[in-house]
């Protein structure tokens, strides 16, 4: 079995199956095409430029295509990259799948909605237990299979539930240190915060947006389900407006995409909580990929920072 295509080292030869989660066509200086691949197995993913492309390349080598690819790792400003040598598809003699290719979650979806579910049920306010458990049921099949974003965190099979259960876990332990938040808004604002994403975005594999993601995102989708949610299920009262706002509010910042600042406690902590598990996840995956003694390739999401893996850490 191969390794992993983000544990090859600069200098090293490849010679694999991979699969091409995007591919973006471009103009070269010299006035001839090309395409920018992202390549992916269960490891994660790889840039790589393909030079000189013809229309039959253009049309071969499309999202969610598997290829049997030979080439070089490169750096290339801090990240690596793959020079490509030879490129095909793959064909039905090589025995491969889909599945061998797509990263997921490290538990199973099982065992993330009865750690959900329970969250759930510990709710002690009907209202916001009723309309939580009913966005969940509407789209649980979308939401144990999605990614929690196209990049930066979380971005694989399972990622949205995997990043949910997280915080979950975090919001409880939170919570047992500051006894004054309410963990009824708490539990149903990690649950609620990205659920608009399985309509924001594609699907699980060569993940991409919708025209309702580029058009409304998330953060707007969700709003729009909870009120169309409080309104099938009869609930009027203040609990809607605050899980809207705990949904407006947990991006933080204007800049950061909130409409709206927190404004309540539990808002400002779901903020934190979501941006605490979001970078935890980026370093984690980055660290996991580099020796003790190295340094990370530059993580766009922390201020294009590298990462040090003390020589200590095992």
Do not use: C
């Amino acid at each position: 079995m191969s390794k992993g295509i983000v544990y090859y080292e600069v200098g090293e030869h490849i010679e694999q199956f991979l699969l091409i989660k995007n591919a973006a066509k471009g103009i070269a200086s010299n006035g001839k095409p090309f395409l920018t691949l992202i390549f992916q197995d269960q490891s994660g993913e790889i840039e790589a430029k393909l030079w000189d492309v013809s229309d039959g390349d253009e049309k071969n080598f499309i999202p969610e295509t598997i290829v049997k690819v030979s080439g070089d790792i490169l750096n290339y400003r801090g990240r690596n990259q793959l020079r490509i040598r030879q490129i095909r598809p793959a064909s039905s003699s090589d025995s491969v799948k889909l599945s061998d290719f797509l990263e997921t979650a490290p538990l199973s979806t099982e065992e993330m909605m009865s750690k959900i579910t329970q969250y759930i049920f510990e709710m002690k306010n009907p209202n916001i237990q009723r309309i939580t458990r009913h966005l969940l049921k509407k789209h649980q099949e979308s939401f144990i299979e999605y990614p929690a974003a196209t990049k930066n965190h979380h971005e694989f099979v399972s990622g949205l539930a995997f990043h949910v259960v997280s915080m979950l876990d975090l919001a409880k332990a939170i919570a047992g240190l500051y006894p004054s938040l309410d963990t009824d808004l708490l539990y149903a604002g990690v649950i609620l915060h990205d659920l608009g994403k399985v309509i924001e975005l594609s699907g699980p594999i060569s993940t991409t947006y919708t025209v309702e993601g580029n058009l409304l995102g998330h953060i707007t989708i969700m709003v729009n389900e909870i009120g169309k949610a409080a309104e099938e299920l009869s609930i009027m009262g203040e609990e809607v407006i605050i899980l809207e706002h705990l949904v407006l509010s947990h991006h933080g910042k204007a800049e950061w995409g909130s409409p709206k600042p927190p404004l309540i406690k539990e808002a400002e902590i779901l903020h934190y909580i979501d941006n605490l598990d979001a970078k935890m996840n980026m370093l984690d995956r980055a660290l996991e990929r580099v020796k003790p003694g190295e340094f990370t390739e530059r993580v766009f999401a922390l201020e294009n920072r590298s990462f040090y893996k003390p020589i200590f850490h095992k």
